[in-house]
């Protein structure tokens, strides 16, 4: 009997990668190509789509060649990627204008003039937060600059959509993805005839609609033969980075929470329907057409012990920087720290926001304010599920990925906080998986989206400590006053 394997892509901020699986969900191969960005001007972010299109090529070609398999053996192919990039494209489908990223900030004023006259409606209609990372917010900046791409372009795409373009010659986008643009109505389905307006565009201008398991056939054979793959191969479009990897963990039925930590982070949960926050905490976009995920995104997840580790030209590897936390009790003796170094999506959603230390005495060494930031990041999550459990109630069960997860003493620390057994996949690509999946169920391979539940290898849980957790729950109400009395000057 011939063996059979999945390969998921998943295109993040900083990386594309590219995973074999075998169909229990166990990690044959992976490979991970780095992904640059350009800071043009304060608070702009963006990417080369090209460069981004030739690392998602080499990521497969080289995973495929570290899994020592035929390409015949590779049934389905899937992908997952981070949502909310915007490229202008012209009518040969090259882009006319960088990719330009969640993290950007330049429509920040548009933003803000939004918020004050319809925000509200707006975000009730989309579930997308006002927020300059949204795509429509982009596009409303194009058109007050008279930005000369936006003037010349035929068409607008996310990064995800444009690799698709460019391997098959097809404008397709899935659910999630176009939920993400701000742009697209959850409750129809549909693209918003208003919002169109407003920036300026019309849906001739963008993809077509499909489910995360629409398939695509026809690969362009230079590139099915770059990526050492069959051609035939078929390719689903799988969905947006965070729905896949709440799919790719398990976290998917009511009360499983996921909480993904890379460079940013997010906390998430799938659910029936659409629910809008009132307070607008969170965002709500589309995955199937019954199907929705709820949660907050952070700015501030590794890329915070990232800065903090280059401050202090801590030469050790990043598992011994982590480490030095160890050597202090919970709470950091008296040090708070507010996340908000990258500016802030959930809770916050300011790009003037700020990071701060609060309690710092003469006493504190490097490893108290290692431990301060990975509780600052840790209670910045809590009170974003706080906000997502006043949608979905109480989590009865966390799963947690991305590159944090790999650090013992954070999942205990995770633990401890919410209060929650932490269940940990042995895999740490999550999304990859979510998308191999998807493939999977498109292809009929998979019955259903719930049965990966006994496709997930799955390590062991992280049981709160209790005096911790009445510790945490302390120096919680203190860090939750402090962001709300800060908040006001930023």
Not at 104 to 122: C, F, L, V, W, Y
Not at 314 to 339: C, D, K, M, R, T
Not at 439 to 465: H, Q
């Amino acid at each position: 009997m011939a063996r059979e394997f999945v390969l998921g892509i998943d295109i993040g901020t900083t990386s594309v990668k590219a995973c074999v699986f075998n169909l229990k969900g166990n990690s044959i191969s992976e490979s991970e190509e780095l992904i640059s960005s350009y800071y043009p001007q304060p608070g702009w972010v963006e990417q080369n789509p090209d460069d981004i299109e030739r690392a998602a090529v080499q990521a497969v070609r080289v995973t495929v060649e570290k899994a020592g398999i035929e390409n015949n053996e590779i049934i389905t192919l899937g992908f997952s990627s981070a949502m909310h990039s915007l490229i202008c494209i012209n009518e040969d489908g090259m882009p006319l204008s960088p990719a330009i990223i969640w993290a950007d900030g330049r429509s920040n004023p548009q933003a803000e003039k939004i918020m004050e006259t319809h925000g509200h409606r707006i975000y009730s209609k989309t579930g997308t937060p006002i927020h300059p990372m949204s795509p429509f917010l982009k596009l409303l900046w194009m058109k007050e600059t008279q930005y000369e791409p936006y003037k010349k372009a035929k068409y607008f795409m996310s990064i995800k959509e444009y690799l698709l373009e460019r391997w098959f010659g097809q404008r397709v986008v899935d659910y999630s993805m176009a939920s993400a643009t701000g742009l697209f109505n959850p409750h129809t389905h549909q693209w918003d005839n208003e919002l169109l307006e407003l920036t300026g565009i019309d849906s001739d201008q963008l993809s077509k609609l499909v489910p995360p398991t629409e398939i695509l056939r026809g690969i362009k054979r230079n590139i099915a033969e770059e990526m050492g793959i069959n051609p035939e191969i078929p390719f689903v479009v799988g969905a947006a980075d965070g729905q896949l990897a709440n799919l790719g963990i398990g976290a998917i039925l009511p009360g499983e929470v996921a909480v993904s930590v890379g460079t940013s982070g997010a906390i998430r949960q799938l659910t029936k329907g659409t629910k809008i926050s009132e307070n607008h905490e969170t965002f709500c976009y589309s995955f199937t057409e019954e199907t929705t995920i709820i949660g907050g995104p952070t700015n501030n997840g590794g890329i915070v012990l990232q800065w903090l580790k280059e401050l202090m030209n801590y030469q050790g590897s990043y598992n011994e920087f982590l480490s030095e936390a160890e050597h202090v009790a919970p709470g950091a003796e008296g040090i708070i720290f507010l996340p908000y170094i990258n500016g802030e999506r959930a809770p916050l959603w300011n790009q003037h926001a700020k990071g701060n230390f609060y309690g710092v005495s003469i006493t504190h060494k490097k490893e108290h304010f290692i431990r301060a930031v990975l509780e600052g990041i840790t209670f910045n999550l809590f009170q974003i599920g706080k906000a997502l459990e006043r949608l979905a109630g109480e989590p009865q069960k966390i799963f947690v990925n991305g590159g944090l997860s790999r650090s013992t003493i954070w999942l205990q620390m995770m633990a401890d906080i919410f209060e929650t057994e932490i269940f940990v996949s042995e895999t740490h690509n999550s999304a990859a998986w979510g998308a191999a999946w998807t493939a999977l169920v498109a292809i009929g391979k998979a019955n259903s989206f719930e049965e990966i539940k006994r496709n997930i290898p799955m390590g062991n849980a992280f049981i709160p400590n209790n005096e911790n957790s009445a510790v945490y729950k302390n120096i919680y109400e203190k860090y939750e006053m402090l962001a709300k009395d800060i908040a006001k000057h930023f």
